[in-house]
């Protein structure tokens, strides 16, 4: 069995990330990286990784398309031939002259205010955008008319300069626009004022990216896709593959699958405190990943259970992939290092 392994943030490029790193010891992670053997090449976002993956290179990254595939029992059933895009609730924060961003993941959304909120917005913008919270944290919106969006998703660009960003995303006027309206529709909402009274972020913009028609097809080398993340299991749907949501343990995943074959694991726990610089939530996360993750897999990977672990982390500044069968773990000779010496 070849377990493959997605590692968004894994290898962070913010300085206070890395300065948590300092003293940090993942033994079983540490081993994986250190006997394996590396590759790297151009970097890249972990949905843009995913759709190269899936034999989709020069396909449009149509995340709101695939997330209703995904997740979209409530969205008509599938998308369709319809055009989607993602509309993820985010709270703009301005510092001085500088815009940023702060995705809703990071600060968390229930099922009822996204109920509340998708309700508002949809009344404001019949006929242009037809919203549906998929998950709180995650909604989709089927295009009625021509909207310039992102071609990040909002953890891409959060912590960043969003001005750039924007300009970068339409050329047009029209963009800023409709954040704009947006912005006003959220303003004020019963929902943001109960937030605030507790001191929580308001869901005062949404961020729109990811729009097109869902792939015709798609192909991909795996004979299994566990993952949270809804661009994966899309793409995996999509293509006829074996797919579910992530299991809690690598223990528990080992137990539910096959023998043989080629299998992805997205472990995005490090996403959100990795955009935020959230340096005591992002060790946590790191420490949850070794103790259900690395150190399980490790374990198989000795004992024949799984016969090559790999790892990619696409967005660190190159993207690298680090391959490691049973034999390499006689590789004395290398030895292990901290995982702040990668980052």
Known sequence: M????????LLPARETLRAALAGLRLPALEMLLARGRSNWSEALTPERWLVEAFDEEDAPLAAGALTVLAEGAEAGGGP???????????????????????????FGVSRAEAEALCETLGQHFAGTLSLYPLHPERW????????????????????????AHLGDASGTRGWHALLNEIQMALHDHPVNR???????????SLWLWGAGAAPASARGPWQSVAADEPVARGLARLARMRHRPLPASADEWLARSPEDGRHLLVLDALRAAGALGDA???????????????????AALRAGRVGMVTLHVPDAAQALSFETIHGDLRR?????RALESYA
Request: proline share 7%; with cysteine.
């Open 80 to 106: 369709g031939e319809a055009h989607w895009v993602r509309a993820d609730p985010v709270h703009l924060r301005l510092h001085g002259d500088v815009l940023t961003l702060i995705p809703g993941a990071a």
């Open 332 to 336: 004395f000779w290398r030895r292990a």
């Open 194 to 204: 109960a937030r605030e009274q507790r001191g929580e972020p308001p869901v005062n």
């Open 280 to 298: 005591g939530a992002y060790v946590e996360q790191l420490r949850t990943l070794e103790a259900r993750w690395f150190g399980p897999l490790l």
């Open 140 to 163: 989709c919106a089927r295009l009625e008319a021509d909207v310039a969006v992102a071609a990040e998703s909002p953890f891409a660009v959060a912590g960043a300069d969003l001005d």
């Open 2 to 9: 070849h377990c493959e392994l997605l590692v968004p943030a």
